[in-house]
């Protein structure tokens, strides 16, 4: 029996964050009823009861902003059409500005045990200024919401690097998570996406970002932060207590297979990445006309090459990093064998140690994260 986990993507939003380029709609509830019907479809199609799902992922756009009756139906229909493990992890994204205590209720009875929690930061200022709808206080009242129906197992998601941020900001955020004992924190750098409200903000000087040193004092501090308060740093951008590592995450890094269902949607099956068209009329109308191929852009079909340049890739955001015997198990191959010259030029750069048969980033080489994964392109 196969194992694999489930992505689904709900593209709905209240309203448009200033950074985000992900595929979101908004202005758009009128189709709502309609696409989960034809996510619920798209899953009967691909049904497998060969497949043993380990995790679900829901994430959007803004998944707690629709109905939760139509996440419970999206998970029922999983249930009938795929193995699902009984300690599966589901989780599910939520942003505080349209979660209520009885909706959270509502997650928890259906069986989501994971929640990730969109904060970004506790400086009001800095919420409005990035587009968000909730306010710190919001936040709070979610989590405490969020914890009276059931939910322990809670990530929180962070932002460094933004426009008119100092490091007193990123410290008193981490400080109130840490003080509210949230398990799982996501620390990450803001990236300014082309065609984003954000980028023309900074274009037309109306905000300044903080530069490249004072970014990587932030992440640095967080580090140091969440290390002293005993979260592991398990990769790039993520922090946990031991027993709440995030699973799905950790299986796309470690190059295993999932399915994605509804529109933008990834999957990454039999060697294969292949995405959902980013059109949700379009979606909607070729599951209708029963005509669901039409959807799927095939992105990647990978050599044996290919492969191992992702798993390097993949393997060097995991702190941990890269264990050399099981490349060759996976691959039959020897890793210095086949990136002789690329680890040694890393090493030789001080972007990357060998300890133990693993090869892991160093400091320098988490800074530069982006020149170590290019050797493998």
């Known amino acids: 029996m196969k194992q694999i986990g489930i992505y689904v993507h709900i593209p709905f939003c209240k309203q448009k964050c200033n950074y985000c380029d992900f595929y979101s709609l908004c202005n758009k509830d009128n189709l709502i009823k309609e696409y989960v019907e034809c996510v619920k479809e798209e899953i009967k199609a691909r049904s497998n009861l060969n497949y043993h799902v380990k995790t679900i992922y829901i994430g959007g756009g803004t998944p707690s902003y629709i109905n939760p009756k139509y996440i419970e139906g999206i998970l029922a229909e999983i249930e009938h059409n795929f193995e699902l493990d009984i300690n599966a992890e589901i989780s599910m994204e939520l942003n505080p500005g349209t979660a209520t205590k009885k909706s959270l209720d509502h997650y928890f009875q259906m069986g989501i045990n994971r929640l990730s929690v969109g904060l970004q930061s506790s400086n009001d200022d800095l919420l409005k200024l990035l587009g968000r709808i909730h306010n710190y ?9 969020a914890r009276e129906v059931g939910f322990r197992n809670i990530n929180v998601d962070t932002m460094i690097g933004l426009p008119n941020q100092n490091i007193y900001d990123v410290e008193k955020t981490l400080i109130n998570l840490i003080d509210m004992e949230i398990p799982h924190i996501s620390v990450y750098s803001l990236i300014v996406e082309p065609n984003t ?17 004072m970014e990587r004092y932030m992440y640095w501090y967080a580090k140091r932060k969440l290390e002293e308060n005993e979260y592991i740093h398990y990769e790039i951008s993520n922090f946990a207590k031991m027993k709440n590592i995030c699973k799905h995450n950790m299986d796309c890094w470690k190059q295993e297979e999932y399915l994605g269902f509804g ?13 959902n068209i980013s059109d949700i009329e379009n979606y909607i109308k070729n599951i209708k006309n029963n005509e669901g191929f039409k ?35 996976k691959f039959g191959k020897n890793v210095f064998d086949v990136y002789n010259k690329q680890l040694s030029k890393l090493i030789s750069e001080n972007l990357i140690r060998i300890n133990n048969d693993n090869i892991r980033l160093t400091k320098k080489g988490l800074d530069l994260a982006n020149l170590v994964w290019e050797e493998f392109v």
Request: cysteine-free.
């Open 295 to 329: 959807n799927i852009k095939i992105e990647e079909k990978q050599t044996k090459k290919s492969m191992m340049n992702e798993y390097m890739m993949l393997g060097l955001r995991k702190i941990n990093g890269i264990n050399t015997e099981s490349f060759e198990i």
């Open 263 to 275: 529109a933008a949607s990834a999957s990454y099956e039999n060697k294969t990445r292949y995405t």
């Open 197 to 213: 409200k954000l980028e023309k903000m900074i274009n037309d000087k109306k905000v300044e970002l903080p530069d490249e040193e």
């Open 137 to 145: 206080k919001q936040f709070e009242k979610t989590i405490q919401y």
